[in-house]
């Protein structure tokens, strides 16, 4: 675990799914944002969480990887299941 970031440590058994297209659309700004750690992640889902179907839908793959961010380190999003 790094010591900078120790977010990682305890987001290292949450597998990220192939395609994120919330997360993406999101992103457009940024071309390394599959490099984002997970609260990072987490972060941006929370600052764009108004352009849900705007910019894109999530999957129920993507939904069910941010109801697993939000387990680990707690959100005041509410993904329904």
């Known amino acids: 675990m790094d ?5 990682d440590g305890a987001a290292a058994d949450l597998i990220i ?3 994120l297209p919330f997360l ?11 490099e ?5 992640m987490l972060q941006r889902y929370e600052r764009g969480w108004r352009n849900r179907g705007v910019t894109a ?3 129920a793959e993507e939904a069910a990887f941010v109801r697993a961010l939000i387990h680990r380190f707690g ?3 509410d993904v329904p299941a």
């Not at 010591?3 to 977010?7: I, L």
């Open 36 to 40: 984002l750690s997970a609260i990072e």
């Open 3 to 7: 010591a900078m970031n120790p977010e």
């Open 24 to 34: 993406e659309s999101l992103s457009w700004f940024d071309a390394r944002w599959r």
């Open 17 to 19: 799914p192939d395609e």
């Open 57 to 59: 839908d999530l999957s």
């Open 75 to 77: 959100s005041v999003l």
